[in-house]
């Protein structure tokens, strides 16, 4: 007997937690659907319209005005008495209108009771201006502090279905419409520094290759600084400029250094056929020591050269990148020679 009231009290135990369960999961089937397809968004200003799904994530100019059409229908599933729908958002001077009623707030919270539940729901409509460009942006060694930066700030109009006491604030979450209308503020001058920027550091990066440095000014605009990060840019372009000798320099460096290997080689043969007698030796020696070490000198110049065209995108660049290393092992072998001859010169 003891065994059968065990065995039924573990039966009613379990058909308690499947009900639980299946409650759970009624409790939180989506009971509102977005029309997407039909709802779609104004801005007053321009006289433009696009569908909702074409203005998510969009770029628009701060202070316009918009106003968004957002139809909303049941899904069907049941819908409990204590349902309501919050309507939120963070753009400036909101006006909300939900069937005769209208509202001033962030956010305001509508379709009460039974009766409204009911009916259709009414179209959503909102009309607000894009707030300014700011944002709480990561200050790299910073990050415990709160700082703000100009840049692409989120701008967001939500509808929540939930329950409410008070009737102004959710106490539970049952359903968050999806998608959420989520685009971001801008204005003119952030835009065209980004234009800026990007030119910039595209023309520097055709000069000496991607550096960790561009990759910095780039971060620098991302998290709020655009006024700098254009500035900077446009340095750098600068400094690229300044970093990428051009191919004339080039040549004559080479030809100095020819210049001064033959000169050499002219002394060497003119010493050692007999030629140049009185002259002084030592001195001459000197003077091709002081030679091979100006060779070495510009043969440093040329792998500082090498170096940055090694780290060029370019695929010539680098092909440049390896003549010219090649060029260097020749000078510090045409350099170790020069000091030979000077030697032997002084030996004779």
Do not use: C
Not at 48 to 77: A, C, M, P, W
Not at 94 to 112: L, M, Q
Not at 180 to 195: G, H
Request: no cysteine.
């Amino acid at each position: 007997m003891k065994r059968v009231f065990y065995v039924s009290l573990a039966v009613l135990a379990l058909t308690l937690l499947v009900l639980s369960v299946g409650i759970g999961f009624a409790a939180v089937q989506d009971v509102l659907r977005l029309d997407e397809e039909n709802s779609y968004v104004l801005n007053l200003e321009t006289g433009s319209k696009l569908r909702y799904v074409e203005f998510l994530d969009s770029k628009q100019f701060e202070g316009d005005r918009l106003e968004f059409h957002i139809y909303v229908s049941k899904t069907g599933n049941p819908i409990l008495d204590d349902y309501v729908l919050e309507l939120r958002t963070n753009m400036e001077n909101p006006e909300w209108k939900f069937g005769d009623n209208f509202s001033h707030s962030a956010n305001w919270i509508v379709w009460k009771g039974k009766g409204e539940h009911e009916r259709m729901v009414p179209t959503v409509i909102l009309s607000g201006d894009v707030p300014k460009p700011i944002r709480k942006v990561k200050e790299p060694g910073f990050e415990a502090y709160d700082i703000y930066g100009i840049g692409e700030g989120e701008v967001y109009v939500e509808l929540t279905v939930g329950m409410s006491k008070d009737g102004r604030t959710l106490e539970r979450i049952i359903q968050k419409l999806e998608p959420s209308m989520k685009f971001f503020s801008t204005n003119k001058e952030i835009q065209d520094a980004e234009d800026k920027i990007d030119k910039n550091l595209e023309e520097a990066r055709g000069k000496i290759g991607g550096t960790d440095l561009e990759e910095d000014i780039r971060k620098l605009y991302e998290e709020g600084h655009p006024g700098w990060a254009s500035e900077l840019s446009e340095h750098y372009k600068k400094l690229s400029v300044a970093a990428e000798p051009p191919p004339l320099t080039l040549y004559i460096l080479l030809a100095v250094i020819l210049g001064l290997i033959l000169g050499s080689a002219f002394v060497y043969v003119y010493v050692s056929r007999g030629g140049g007698k009185g002259v002084d030796v030592s001195q001459i020696s000197s003077e091709l020591d002081e030679t091979s070490g100006k060779i070495e000198e510009k043969s440093s110049s040329i792998n500082a050269i090498s170096t940055r065209f090694a780290r060029s995108e370019d695929d010539e660049k680098r092909s440049v990148a390896r003549d010219l290393i090649r060029i260097r092992a020749s000078l510090n072998e045409i350099s170790n020679e020069i000091r030979t001859i000077a030697d032997r010169i002084r030996e004779r």
